[in-house]
């Protein structure tokens, strides 16, 4: 099932509320890894869990909605 663009929008504006929601409510995210890839010499990680909120969030959002962060 393949959503339209509005229903795109609508989910990916829900992702970001969540990842503010904590922020707002319960104080500072605490991220630890929960997936990543890994070659011969690194690893990448590719999503983290919030252990305040218990939300899951792909650094690939982070990285798009957050530039001001650093990693």
Same mark, same amino acid.
């Given at each position: &099932?393949?959503?339209? /663009? %509005?229903?795109?929008t609508i989910e990916a504006q829900r992702k970001k509320d969540n990842v503010e929601k904590c =922020?707002?409510? &319960? =104080?500072p995210h605490d991220y630890i /890894? !929960? %997936?990543w890839t890994q070659t011969d010499n690194t690893r990448a990680v590719t999503r983290l869990f919030c252990r305040v909120?218990?939300?899951n969030i792909a650094m690939k959002t982070l990285i798009e909605n957050? /530039?001001? !962060?650093k990693l």
């Open positions: &099932m393949s959503l339209t /663009p %509005a229903q795109d =922020g707002r409510n &319960m =104080g /890894p !929960i %997936a909120c218990f939300k957050y /530039p001001e !962060i």
